[in-house]
């Protein structure tokens, strides 16, 4: 089947991106990524120490993948642009998460300062991919922002709750035709990277599930799968859900009566 | 199972109200259940991963009299010491030299001695060395923390020690420290001026530890909702007798430890807990599991500790019961199946 993900021109084979962060131990991490085929991760900037050569989370990340930098505890635009100028300085590409995230509690983005931030680092030739709360205006503000991707929380971050942004997800799916809407945070099960991607989202991409299995690598594999799955039906244009049977002689036949 | 005083608590979604019915009784069944629960929700919120941190005293002069404290100012046995620029410049190298990257600077509480323009100084210095820069000094005005964050502080610790007005009186005998009020609005001034990290604590023992953690929980939520974008973080040290200490103070068993750290992971989800080296290994070790997202290693509580190297546990503000190493609790941690976090965030210029 050849269906490739495009990314600002970017094609990935996998529709799964994969976050680095809660991992118990760096190799169980690297086993996940191969294990997934996911070829895109996120790495939090805060995290990298380029000091330190054995702990390096960068040198766990299996060549060829796509490393996609974020901007974890940006509080404002202006944070999220620092730290995006520091990742691009330190040699880590130009692939960028905007997280804006001024709510300790909940982790929720920031929509407004997102869209700063997008823009401002779109102008600098930045590939941005922006972590956003599922607004219609705000997805049509950050693709004229210059985002390369959009998006939106599935839930509250590493709450595992699934798709309870369902409803507004599927308009920016509808309704966003520029750029791919890949389904970020609180995706808990394989079953719910399915769901998502049967409601024709692009891709989507997990942390807390994986890193918090027991056997990450194996659970890695089951959310590519689900992906994969739900990918397919999707393509396969499945039957729509229906309540009760559906009635064997038309409702409509009396029109045709002769 | 739970007592029967304590249905209808939903452990997710404690109320200041249920914590206080569940610090009232003694049940095992509720403690082993919160554990379970507190676990859970630490693993979905940090993962596997514990952020390591060592303290710096840079210095020791003080002008309160606590009288719980090692350091207090009529303490005259206590040799007093604090460190020149270019000591401090030598204390950071050798701390980082054994792979630390984030730093809690201390001093005593004397403005005479280390003023808000001298740790300013000391920031500077240490943000070449480290990548987060705490500081754990006496409460300051708005403008003085603005100062700092823009030299580079990332987190300040003030620990209130006790919530109980009149306990707090009686035990801080002389010194600015004496103010009560000052000191427990410090936490708003630090979050408007910009600075991202609070942590606090209260003394554990000085009073009734109920009353005082639900004060602090109080405290801590009412801030949150002022400065949703401030981390919060949480310690419950222990007191320790100091030795020509007489007052009366409660005990804080193990028990009652655990049931406060899972009460804290519960109501705080997101909430950074950290677990000092006043503890025992053992109970350090133990408690990881529980809602600990930051412990400190390779401590030394003195002045001047790291460049000596062989006497850093004498004379310090209070004795280090887990004397291991850096590297030592990092394979402690990896044993545990816990990856150790040495950098947790970027010095990004402050502005």
Redesign the interface.
Known sequence: MDDKLIVRGREFGSRFFLGT??????EAMRKAIASSGSELVTVA?????L??TD?NILSFIPEGTTIMVNTS?A?NA??AV??AH?AREAGYGDWIKIEVI??????LPDNQETIKATKVLSGEGFVVLPYMHPDLYVAKALVDAGAAAVMPLGSLI???QGLKMRTLIEVLIEEIAEVPIVVDAGIGRPSHAAEAMEMGADAVLAN?AV??AEDPPLMAAAFARGVEAGRMAYLAKMGKERKGAAASSPLTGFLYDE | MMSKSLRGIDLLHLTIDDIRRIFAVDDRGLLEEMAHAARELT???????ISLYAPLYIANYCENECVYCGFHASQKSMPRSKLTMEQIDRECEALAAT?N?SVLILTGESRFHSPPQYIRDAVRIASRYF?YVALEVYPLDEEEYRELYLAGVDGVTLYQETYDRARYDELHLAGPKKVYDYRVSAPDRIARSGI?HISMGALLGLTDWRRDVIALFEHVRSL?KRH?????GLAFPRLRRVADDIHQYQEVSDRDMLKIMCAARLF???VGISISTRETPRFRDSILEFGVTKMSAGSSTRVGGYLEGENKYEDGQFEVFDPRSFDEIKAML?AK???P??????N??N?
Do not use: C
């Open positions: 962060g809660k991992f118990g131990d760096k900037l805060r995290r990298i120490d000091d330190e702990e505890g509080r202006a944070e620092r730290i520091i001024n709510d300790s509690r909940y982790l590493g709450s595992n807390t890193a918090d | 693993r979905r919120q940090f993962g596997r991963t792979g990257r990548s991202r949150e949703p974008g401030v981390e919060f705080f989800p997101r990896r199946g816990f990856d976090v040495v950098t947790d965030w970027r990004i210029v502005s």
